[in-house]
């Protein structure tokens, strides 16, 4: 217990040097928040109040909890594999996964922490009547699930880095689709059928869109909770395997 | 060539306040002076060592001189230029090598920087290809050009940023710790290149590095730098007369002498039958013929102070 | 005239080298171009559900709607084909090895602004060209106000340069931020959609302080018809000062640079 506080204090104080730098990332982050809610602000005349006030809660809650399951710190890891560098996390007497899962918490909390100040204030500048959340310790249950998710697909994308110096390109394409893919823009269910049910069946969906329709107080059959776990298994005995291999076939020497 | 005139550079950097509001908005600066109020002149065809402990400000020197850095004040003149200024003539004359840095584009082999540079620095063809062939040979890498630069070893990268920097003949170059990091028979190359490139063309160089070696074997000035400000500006062989008050005697012994001798005299060392002592230069004569009656030596050798001593002390005092 | 010639032959050695290393590199730029792809799809699909169901939002119609979207695209990619350069520019000042451009007799703005021509995006420049003209054939268009367009096209691209140049100043000046270009990207993003959907505080903040709403909404406009002539002189002005005044910056950021590294 003790060292998970050090882990994250740490991982915090180095936020706070750079503090110039997270405002503006933050700043950044208000500014796409912002353009999505003017977009659809601006078009959902056609919808009756209800709908209205549910899609764009779906939207605050949404965006809000992105940052808690997308937020990381493992995109280092791959420039640290390729430096050499990662020799010393792995001579720590921790768990590597656990150690950068750990680094994650923190970035998740600032995040979070700073996001759910944006929100607010969106909240306030629009006067927007929020729905109040339901559901909350089911749609917790699939948040934490999606952290995971969200926690392994990152660790897999930097281990890339074993075999190739470019995860780069990888990560942007990742980085495009969740957003999308995820629910970052729009609820998925505003999609044709097909395309929604296609979409169900990758990993994206778990991440925050599951959690946020399940607080917005959305049933889903059975099936849906069935396979967020389902994927959260896979991912993880995938992401433990190439984790092996990666470092069976990497060579830290001479680097 | 060269005439710096009461050069001061201070470096500012934001302190951290309380607020990020302050930061952004209202900040304050810590002042570190980099150089304080100093004065030299280079003539042409000099080799000039500027020595000095991290953060004395040797490369912030030559980063002024070549016009990477604005001065805060001071008069500056370098082949008739303001360096600042950046001037395409001023800029073609001079050259400048930093051990930790690199112009070579990554990855691509080293003959395309240098074709880059050709056309940057506007060599005529015949001019390009001779210095080519020339730094090549002399370094003995023409077999490197052709590989990109990311296979490179540090040893050979350094050996291709050298000819990058050397092609366009200029006449002024800057070098700073172009041996850092190197494995020794590397730091050995670059130096008996910099060596006969300098005798062969008569180039004024500026070298800093922290290996005593490439300046004692290599620079025949030395400026010492230390807090911003010139304490020593002179040959090698004048700051050894000047500075160095003692002599180093190394002896031989055939026996072992007796304990009085040993108390009477300053050792450095004593391991039968190696003895060392420090003497004072005016005493040299007297103690070596002491030496002649109390012991039997088969061999002895009177040396200066390692000059490496000698600047210690100087920083030391200073 | 000599000069720039020799200008013009460097920039075309550079971008020769930068086409170069594209294979050392084609693993990464393939997911590049499927993610960039998928972006300007999802974008595309995005419009089509707020505006095609509701086809009188502010005014404009769907095919509207896309111009103004193919647009914000157009010059974006164009100032990414160009300015890629300036992407790269924060390890350059990191490692110190803008020292080794600085003493180079060939100019340093140049070299950090234009020096690396993105081939990859020239693809899609070219791409999102035509799709652009297709929209606009089946836009029915006036050619005053085309040609309105593109000399606001022109004026985009002058203000894309200063705010590149500004980045590249701002980069020299405040070394702890390691994004400033993204900075200006997601700013700009809000030219993405019609410049109406935002609330007219808002609005008139982006379009004459922070001038994105001249680089991206103006230019359509005037194709519509819906720009005032002072509003086209007024475009013209601003970018003019503010790319004086990245220059000016710029210079500036050069005399107060410390250099890194070592």
Known sequence: MKKIITIIKISLKEYFVYRLNFFLWRVRAFINLLIIIFLWGASLKTFSIKEKQIFISYLIYGITISYLILGTRTTDIADDINSGRIINTLLKPISFFRFYFYKDLADKA???????????????????????PKQILFGLIFLINGVFISFFINLLISFIGFWSRETWGPRFLFTIIVSFISGGFFPLNILPKTIYQILMLTPFPYLYYLPTRIFLGERFPFYIFFLSFFWLLGIFLLTKKVWITGNKSFSFWGK | MITVKNLTKIYKTPIRQKNLFQDIFFRKYKE?????????????????????????????????????????????????FYPFDK??????????????????????????????????????????????????????????????????????????????????DPKIIFLDEPTIGLDIFSQEAIRNFLKTYQKEFKKTII???????????????????????????????????????????????????????????????????????????????????????????????????????????????? | MKNFLHSLKIYFILSLYSFKTINDHRKAIFFFILGKFFRFLFFFLLLFFVFKKNPSVNQYNFNQVIIIYLTFNFIDTLAQTLYREVYRFRPLLI???????????????????????????????????????????????????????????????????????????????????????????????????????????????????????????????????????ENIIIAFLISLILFFLSLKIWGFSLKKYQSGGS
């Open chain 2, 207 to 318: 070298l800093t590095s922290h290996y005593l070696e490439d300046v004692k074997k290599l620079a025949k000035r030395l400026i010492i730098i230390n807090q911003g400000k010139i304490i020593y500006d002179g040959s090698l062989k004048n700051i050894i007369d000047f500075y160095s008050k003692e002599k180093i005697i190394r002896l031989t012994l055939e026996k072992r002498p007796e304990d009085n001798f040993l108390k009477k005299h300053s050792l450095l060392k004593y391991q039968f039958p190696f003895l060392v002592l420090k003497v004072k230069k005016n005493q040299i004569n007297q103690i070596v013929s002491q030496l002649n009656e109390e012991i039997d030596y088969s061999d002895i050798t009177i040396e200066d102070e390692p000059i490496e001593e000698i600047i210690k002390k100087i920083l030391k005092n200073n």
């Open chain 1, 110 to 132: 600032i995040n979070l922490f700073f996001a759910i100040i944006e929100a607010f204030l969106i909240v306030k500048i629009f006067n927007i009547n929020l729905i109040f």
């Open chain 2, 32 to 80: 570190t002076i980099a150089l304080d109020n100093i004065s030299f002149s280079i003539d042409e065809n000099e080799f000039v060592g500027f020595i000095g402990p991290n953060g004395a400000g040797k490369t912030t020197t030559m980063k002024i001189l070549s016009g990477i850095l604005y001065p805060t004040s001071g008069e500056i003149d370098v082949l008739g």
């Open chain 3, 95 to 229: 490692s110190g090895d803008l020292d080794l451009i600085l003493i180079k007799p060939y100019n340093t703005l140049i070299r950090v602004l234009l020096g690396g021509l993105d081939f990859t995006d020239l693809g899609f420049l070219i791409f999102y060209l035509f799709i652009l003209i297709f929209f606009l054939i089946k836009y029915q268009f006036d050619f005053l106000n085309l040609f309105l367009y593109f000399l606001l096209l022109g004026n985009a691209m002058i203000l894309a340069t200063a705010f590149h140049i500004l980045v590249l100043a701002f980069g020299i000046l405040f070394t702890t931020v390691d994004h400033t270009i993204m900075i200006y990207r997601d700013l700009t993003s809000f030219g993405r959609f019609p410049f109406d959907i935002y609330r007219k505080t808002l609005r008139d903040f982006l379009t004459f302080v922070l001038p994105i709403g001249i680089m991206f909404s103006f230019p359509p406009k005037a194709l519509f018809g819906l720009l005032s002539f």
């Open chain 2, 87 to 168: 001037k395409e003539k001023f800029l073609k004359q001079i050259s400048f090598v930093m051990g930790q840095k690199n112009q070579l584009i990554w990855d691509l082999p080293a003959i395309d920087s240098f074709l880059l540079n050709k056309e940057i620095y506007e060599i005529e063809d015949n001019q390009f290809k001779k210095n080519l062939n020339n730094l090549t040979s002399i370094l003995n890498c023409s077999n490197l050009i052709n590989k990109p630069v990311k296979s490179l070893s540090l040893g050979e990268r350094m050996k291709m940023e050298l000819i990058a920097s050397f092609l366009h």
